[in-house]
């Protein structure tokens, strides 16, 4: 990996270029790049119908960021079936052992290891496993105690737990001070939501974009260039952080009806599930095979609280965890597999207690699951910093709840430091954590 | 009742917080000199944003923070009777005859006046549509603005998704949001406590001796009273979980204490001891929930917490500490009574220097709707809109709420300028803006009546001159009203209140 940080001092203000590339002449640029008819003759359908810089060649990953709102139950998404405390905490809620002949072998964990195994809700990310571009992190999650969702999620995209005083989220950071892949990028950041997740707020060029492949301003096509000129000329002098979006937004317009995603193809026959996180990934698919210059994504998937009846094997769990695994098993299927420059890392904020309620579900915990992929991900094993805590009363934390061994951020600052190439600015991605690299990356 | 008027005990604002405050906020906390010369120079997200200049009328800054949207009706009002008449007639909702908008309601949406055995047994779908609709509706339309925004308030404290529970949001949204958000604090509380919809939401429903569920307990006090660092602990959480189990409903959405479900052993939650009991005390071991929650109501954290929230909502995202205590002793003082804790917040001095908000997508429907007065025969389309802008009503999953920050929603804008032209562009159909009324003359004369319409004659001249310039650059027709109409919705200016 190149770390292209050392050749700029400076970090990238994101707020002056309005000028000097304005959305006409994006329009230029582009008209001059060949044109529609050039385009369609030499690339498939989905590809953008302009190229911004076809020579472009990019030597850092995007990161596509997923969050798991809600807190998962890691000792259902990754089960540690060889040790025989889960069993005995768990009388409802369980996953059987990849050998125990009582049940149907479809009901099974699969073994990962000798230890842990994936239950049959996560059976679509198997193959990336196998191919050694999927990790598993296990006891993982916040050092900070909070059980509360928001303030757990809010530290955690913050990157520094319980400082109220940060507005801006991790990634956000991890964009602003690092130069852009492209110079020329309308959009570096992009959140598939109507509202910008707490990771990526500070990101220059950063939006939420709810359907990427519906983003436009309506109306008559006739009077759309005019209309368009006198909302960005209104928002150019109205309040950040207001002026700075709609500027980016305009240009983003531009961008994104210049990529056909409805009529993108998926490589070597992967398949999104046709939900909200399928849906999602596959757009932000587009987005990477485009090369528009887009370098962070993303993602949340919610339904991971799971109080009641929470039924890992057939129920609510099972059709989170399958969702989950199906979408991010095709995005390894049709992204990760022809090797391009992708690090996807999934985290939540917190795990849940060990024994199950009375409601067959289980309330918050603490230690938990993430996940990581990618061609530059030291994949193919759950690694547990510091050895499996145990799930005996005694080596519980407060009696109840797996231990977190690792703080999640020593994971996402290796994978900013080797896969971003943003190693001079971990002080600002992660102010005050100085991380521990625990060999995540190759 | 008697009034609270602004007065010599209520402390005066600090200059409002502008960029540079907030960018030394960002800071703090990050410690090398040399980072921080870099972050310096980093676009940041405020949470603040001065008022505007040309905002010049406080009036109409009350009728901003207090509607949702300018209304002529309200402009004139407060024009003819000032600020503090017309601060009082809102505040005093029940006094305000509204009974247009009720009989609309209740021929257009006759489910949401049916009991709740009738409103629990009636098709998902059409509750769902008909509450959405309602709120749209009497967001837009109802003489009652402020007792909307605090109806909308405190349906985000007190969050309930309606894909978890179903019919029972609608129940929950008559009975206990709209019957008590301008009552007491306690009473709200209370009445959200007994509610079968929470119930169900929180998974309450489902807790029980020996294994009880900790999901209301705990959201209880971080998100209804206490607040995430107002003092309680996990054990309290878990303590209050015991205390609360039997509290379940019935199948004909109605409240139950089921005493077979209860855990009768002792338990100390928040310092307060509740001895054991035989389970032959019975259904009379619902008192150990209802005292808790007077211990919750009466609580200081409570009442700081409360007191912010609604600062923060009304007023400002970032009240200051002499704002809260004020508040907070008003909440103390007056018993949790919002009428009074309202009113307290919305005095002129701190209306006068409380920076601009960014509207919420259901802010800005509403808004638009209000400045254009079209004709309405229905509004499933402006419903389907409300969800494509980001904030599909009774649809957020988390208890939390949708979030109310501008660092949030004003990344999404092309949606919003879509919508405009949805609104203004339809000739047909639900609704229709009339342009009879914006064609009676001249340009400028159009141009005129959506500057004192949309924006009550508050508009920088540049906008004016932007809008008066589109419709000149075309042939003065229908359509091409349409869009400058559209166009001034879709303005930076209509987007803040």
């Known amino acids: 990996m190149t770390d292209h940080s050392s050749d700029h001092d400076e970090a990238d203000c994101g707020c002056s270029e309005y000028r000097s590339l304005s959305r006409r002449k994006f329009i230029q640029a582009s008209a001059g790049a060949g044109g529609a008819a050039f385009a369609a003759s030499m690339f498939p359908a989905w590809l953008p119908k302009v190229v911004l810089a076809p020579t472009y060649q990019s030597s850092r990953d995007v990161m596509v960021s997923i969050f798991q709102r809600g807190g998962v139950d890691g000792l259902t998404t990754c089960v540690p079936f060889a040790d025989n405390n889960y069993y005995t905490a768990r009388p409802t809620i369980r996953i059987p052992r990849p050998d125990d002949t009582s049940v149907p072998a479809a009901q099974r964990a699969t073994a990962l290891d000798n230890f842990f195994g994936f239950p049959p809700g996560m059976a679509g990310l198997v ?25 757990a999620q809010r530290w955690m995209e913050v990157g520094k737990p319980v400082d109220a005083t940060i507005v801006t989220g991790w990634l956000g950071r991890h964009l602003a001070t690092v130069p852009p892949m492209r110079s020329d990028a309308l959009l570096r950041g992009i959140g598939i939501s109507s509202g910008l997740a707490k990771t990526l707020v500070g990101g220059p060029k950063t939006l939420p974009v709810a359907d990427p492949s519906n983003y436009n301003i309506g109306g008559a096509s006739a009077t759309r260039t005019a209309r368009l000129a006198v909302i960005e000329s209104d928002y150019g002098t109205t309040a950040d952080p207001l002026r700075t979006s709609a500027l980016d937004a305009v240009n983003t317009i531009e961008l994104l009806s210049a990529i056909n995603f409805t009529g993108y193809a998926p490589h070597n026959g992967a398949v999104y599930p046709n939900s909200g996180f399928g849906r999602a990934l596959k757009s932000v698919a587009a987005l990477i095979r485009a090369d528009v210059g887009v370098e962070a994504a993303q993602i949340d998937i919610g339904g991971w609280d799971t109080h009641s009846a929470q039924d890992p094997n057939a129920g609510s769990m099972f059709s989170t965890m399958n969702d989950f695994a199906n979408s991010l098993g095709a995005f390894w299927q049709d992204i990760v597999l022809d090797s391009l420059p992708v690090t996807a890392v999934s985290v939540s904020e917190f795990g849940r207690n060990l024994r199950e309620n009375g409601s067959n579900g289980t309330d918050h915990g603490r230690g938990t699951t993430m996940f990581a992929m990618g061609k530059g991900i030291a994949g193919g094993r759950v690694l547990v910093v510091g050895g499996w805590p145990g799930l005996d009363l005694n080596s519980l934390e407060d009696k109840q709840d797996l231990r977190v061994t690792v703080d999640y951020r020593d994971i996402l600052a290796e994978i900013v430091s080797r896969r971003l190439g943003n190693s001079a600015n971990l002080s600002a991605v992660f102010p005050g954590w100085t991380p521990t690299f625990r060999g995540v990356t190759r | 009742m008697p009034q609270v008027q602004k007065g010599p005990t209520l402390p005066r604002p600090a200059s409002p917080a502008g960029g540079e405050q907030s960018r030394r906020d960002f800071l703090r906390g990050l410690v090398s000199t040399t980072e921080r010369a870099r972050l310096e120079r980093l676009q940041v997200a405020y949470a603040t944003v001065p008022p505007f200049g040309y905002w010049s009328d406080v009036k109409l800054r009350l009728v901003r923070r207090a509607t949702m949207g300018l209304a002529a009706v309200d402009v004139n009002e407060v024009r003819r009777i000032g600020y503090q008449s017309w601060l009082n007639e809102q505040v005093q909702y029940d006094e305000i005859d509204d009974s247009a908008t009720e009989a609309l309601i209740a021929s257009r949406y006759p489910l949401l006046l049916q009991s709740p055995a009738q409103i629990t047994a009636a098709n998902t779908g059409t509750v769902q549509s008909q509450l959405q609709e309602a709120w749209i509706y009497r967001a837009a339309f109802s003489k009652r603005q ?17 894909s978890k529970v179903g019919n029972l949001k609608a129940i929950d949204d008559r009975d206990v949001i709209r019957k008590y958000a301008m009552g007491t604090f306690g ?52 303590e209050m979980s015991r205390v609360l189990t039997g509290w379940t409903y019935g199948s004909a959405g109605d409240f139950l204490f089921n005493s077979g479900r209860h855990d009768f052993g002792a338990k100390t939650v ?56 004020a508040i907070a002793s008003v909440y103390r003082v007056t018993k949790g009574d919002i009428k009074y804790m309202v009113r307290a917040i919305l005095n002129d001095a701190w209306v006068a220097a409380a920076p601009a908000k960014f509207k919420r997508p259901f802010h800005f429907v509403a808004s638009s709707l209000r400045a254009t007065n079209p004709n309405v025969t229905a509004l499933t389309t402006m419903n389907s809109q409300v969800r494509t802008l980001g904030q599909q009503l009774f649809f957020y999953e988390t208890p939390d709420g949708y979030p109310d920050s501008v660092e949030y929603w004003s990344g999404n804008m092309p949606p919003r300028w879509s919508f405009t032209n949805t609104l203004a562009g339809a000739t047909t159909g639900q609704t229709v803006v009339d342009t009879a009324p914006y064609m009676t003359g001249s340009t400028a004369a159009a141009v005129d009546k959506i500057q004192a319409d949309f924006f009550a004659d508050e508009l920088p001249a540049s906008t004016r001159t932007a809008l008066l310039n589109y419709l000149n ?25």
Do not use: C
């Open chain 2, 146 to 162: 402020l007792y909307e925004r605090m109806v909308e308030f405190w349906s985000d404290h007190f969050n309930i998704a309606i």
């Open chain 2, 187 to 238: 009473d709200l509380l209370k009445a959200s406590a007994h509610s079968p919809a929470m119930l169900a939401y929180l998974d309450q429903n489902t807790s029980r001796a020996g294994a009880p569920n900790q999901n209301y307990a705990r959201e209880l006090m971080e998100l209804h009273t206490l607040g995430v660092n107002g003092g309680y602990t996990q054990d309290d959480v878990a």
């Open chain 2, 473 to 497: 650059g075309g042939t003065f027709t229908a359509t091409r009203v349409r869009e400058t109409i559209a166009l001034a919705l879709s303005s930076a200016e209509f987007q803040w209140y």
């Open chain 1, 127 to 151: 193959p990336a496993f196998a191919a050694t571009d999927l990790l598993v992190v296990h006891a993982t999650g916040l050092l900070d105690k909070s059980r509360s969702h928001f303030d």
């Open chain 2, 270 to 325: 928040l310092g307060v001891t509740i001895p054991a009991s035989s389970s032959s005390a019975g259904a009379s071991a619902v008192q150990e929930g209802e005292k808790m929650l007077d211990v919750l109501i009466n609580h200081p954290s409570t009442a700081r917490f409360i007191a912010t929230k609604m600062l923060k909502w009304l007023l400002t995202p970032e009240p200051t500490a002499q704002q809260v205590s």
